[in-house]
């Protein structure tokens, strides 16, 4: 079990928990129950003994709109069976658009200093517009509405349009190339394609059309090409484009549309199309339900990200990654979303920052990597602007560094819950969130969802108290994916979750629960490490590395080794140095020095590489399966999935790994 702390990082004050939905919701749970609950750990076990009463409860806590029926789970023989609600109706976006105390339903900020704001009421307007062109298309439940977007206000109302009338939304953002467009949405046919004339990044507008040009006749499912105007105010030349027309025009004979008719539908009537990341092969297209997805995402807002309405939510996010998702769900709880589209990075850093104190964020969310390169790069949030309103800071997308938790204490806020939260696409949600009435200790995930029967588990199926395993939970819950896009007997849903352990759910994470309760993520199951037969987590090795300030990044994999033999797994790093430093043999020495102190002997590379960049995918995570297959010469299946494909070339046949 991981050692204890000598004190936390934040502990919430006990007027301030008072206050929290958690603490309300404890209280009524409490009553439900028919007993006190002694802590949070009392709270989780009853929520998942009892998970019906305490998704039923959650159904009314939050006033889900809708009816919720007699019946709260139907159980399968297999756990990937069972039906949360089976006699509900409702729909998902109407409980986003509901009246709200907070008028304010949006701000938008672009890269290019665009901006805009939408109250409540202009954003309904905007939605009934789109919903209304959708009908006249003869777009019906179902029926797959695709958006190749930014994350700017249009997406919102098509995502919003779509679901009102039962249509499933996908998305893709537009720095993927043709074909990881035709990878994912040629899987799901959609019907409409929405997509913008160029976008704005790291200082260059990037024109779209050429894009859309290659793209639409490869897309026969598509009847109607929808483009945003955003390089320029004025509807954009589409002379080219086969039944394409500008969003102005698109809406302009549904103007008079006041009213969204909602369309209330089953519990697991399908709500978005999320996928893969794509890089072993071709993207699962998971089909996600409205009911769950609503649930979860209340859940995870109200209680565990303590979000009250009227405050200001931001995650940096794209359209191609599923936080877009769950950001956009804060409308539920009374939020005002917080968008931006463009470089995180641009203004030496300091635009989001920028953003964050002028509109007074309450939620700032980023990735790991993100917080990693401000402190990287130097910058200080907390000594430059002025962050009272911010109450939380969410980190999710990879492990989040012991000393990144220090970094955000020290250079962004001393007085704030840092919430390291993990799930996943596979579930649109988290298995591991914040907790606002528990303490923050120093790398670690404050504690497992309520109603999320999450266990470590060892290679036998176990469950393990103490030491490092499988991530898995053990029983149903809500936001569980209805299955894949046309696997119609759920053969590859039902290998992707339950092949490793027999009718439970394995996330493919692997991590240790901590002596608080909380967790540690040591990084994928499919990247963990096996050198002597001893397993270990990637993160281990990167917590190490990225303490050091020569290094900007970093990838770790296993080389088989000797190479064509059924022999051992060598350890090997490869380093993106910061500008003007070598990897001579002094700082080879303190890297291996580092890790051998810090973690242990087996944890130590074999070589250590230099390299000028590392590969990732469009949301910003490494690709550590990919970079092992470029050094085993193997083929990376899947490029379009990276957002910088040709760093991989710089992994092939190096002569420091052939000997």
């Known amino acids: 079990m991981q050692a204890l702390n000598d004190k936390p990082l934040w502990t919430p004050r006990p007027e301030a928990v008072a206050e929290t939905a958690m603490a309300a919701f404890t209280s009524r749970a409490s009553a439900l129950a028919g007993r006190g609950f002694n802590d949070y750990t009392d709270l989780h076990r009853w929520s998942v003994d009892a998970s019906e009463d305490f998704w039923s409860l959650l159904w009314d806590f939050c006033g889900v709109i809708g009816e919720r029926g007699e019946r709260t789970l139907m159980a399968g023989e297999r756990m990937q069976d069972a039906r949360w609600f089976p006699d509900a109706r409702l729909n998902f976006a109407e409980n986003l658009l509901r009246d709200s105390g907070n008028a304010a339903a949006l701000v938008f900020r672009g890269e290019d200093k665009t901006e805009r704001r939408l109250d409540r009421e202009q954003l309904r307007r905007e939605v009934a517009h789109f919903a209304a062109a959708l009908k006249a298309l003869g777009i019906a439940p179902g029926d797959r509405v695709a958006a190749y977007m930014p994350n700017m206000p249009e997406t919102l109302v098509a995502m919003l349009a779509a679901a009102s009338i039962g249509a499933v939304f996908t998305s893709a953002s537009p720095d993927f190339g043709v074909q990881g467009v035709l990878d994912r949405f040629g899987q799901t046919e959609p019907r409409l394609l929405l997509a913008v004339d160029g976008y704005w990044y790291n200082g260059k507008a990037i024109d779209l059309r050429a894009k859309l040009a290659e793209l639409r006749p490869q897309l026969p499912s598509v009847e109607k090409l929808v483009v945003v105007p955003y390089l320029s105010d004025s509807e954009p030349d589409l002379s080219g484009l086969a039944d394409a027309q500008g969003y102005g025009q698109f809406l302009a004979p549904h103007r008079q549309a006041s009213e969204i008719d909602y369309t209330r539908l089953p519990f697991d009537h399908p709500l978005v199309i999320m996928y893969s990341s794509g890089t072993t092969g071709a993207p699962k297209c998971i089909v996600h339900g409205a009911g769950g997805t609503l649930l979860q995402h209340l859940k995870e807002h109200r209680l565990h990200a303590d979000v009250r309405e009227g405050e200001r939510l931001f995650y940096y ?49 980023t990735s790991a ?26 980190s999710t997308g990879s492990p989040l560094a012991p000393q990144s938790f220090d970094f955000v204490y020290r250079s962004i806020k001393r007085d704030v819950q840092l919430s390291s939260i993990s799930g996943g696409t596979d579930i649109l949600s988290c298995f591991v969130l914040g907790n606002p009435t528990m303490p923050v200790w120093r790398g670690e995930l404050q504690c497992a969802g309520l109603g999320m029967a999450v266990e470590v588990w060892d290679d036998d199926g176990c469950p393990l108290a103490a030491g490092k395993g499988e991530l898995v939970c053990t029983r149903p819950f809500p936001s569980m994916p209805i299955g894949f896009w046309r696997d119609t007997d759920g053969s590859r849903y039902a290998a992707a979750y339950f092949e490793r352990f027999a009718n439970v759910w394995c996330q493919g994470d692997y991590c240790e629960i901590t002596a608080h309760g909380g967790l540690i993520i040591h990084g994928r199951s499919d990247a963990t490490l096996n050198p002597g037969g001893v397993r270990i987590g990637t993160a281990e090795i990167y917590r190490q590395v990225d303490r050091l300030p020569e290094v900007l990044e970093s990838v770790v994999i296993g080389q088989d080794w000797p190479p064509g033999e059924a022999g051992d797994v060598r350890v090997v790093l490869f380093v993106r140095l910061r500008e003007g430093v070598a990897l001579d043999d002094a700082l080879t020495a303190r890297i291996r020095k580092a890790i051998r102190d810090n973690a242990s002997p087996r944890h130590v590379p074999a070589r250590i590489v230099a390299v000028d960049d590392v590969p990732r995918t469009k949301s910003g995570k490494i690709v550590e399966l990919a970079v092992r297959n470029v050094v085993h010469g193997q083929p990376v299946k899947n490029l379009e999935a990276l957002a910088n494909p040709d760093a991989l070339r710089q992994y092939a046949d190096r002569p420091e790994l052939a000997s």
Request: charge should be negative; glycine fraction near 14%.
């Open 317 to 365: 996010t794209t359209c191609g990654w599923m936080m877009w998702n769950w950001l956009v769900s804060g409308l539920a709880s009374g939020a005002t979303l917080m968008l931006y589209d463009g470089n995180p990075f641009v203004d030496d850093g300091r635009i989001l920052w920028d953003y964050a104190a002028g509109e007074r964020f309450t939620h700032f969310g």
């Open 369 to 394: 990597k993100y917080i990693e390169g401000l402190a990287k790069g130097g910058l200080r949030p907390g000594a430059d602007y002025r962050l009272d309103d911010m109450r939380v800071v969410l």
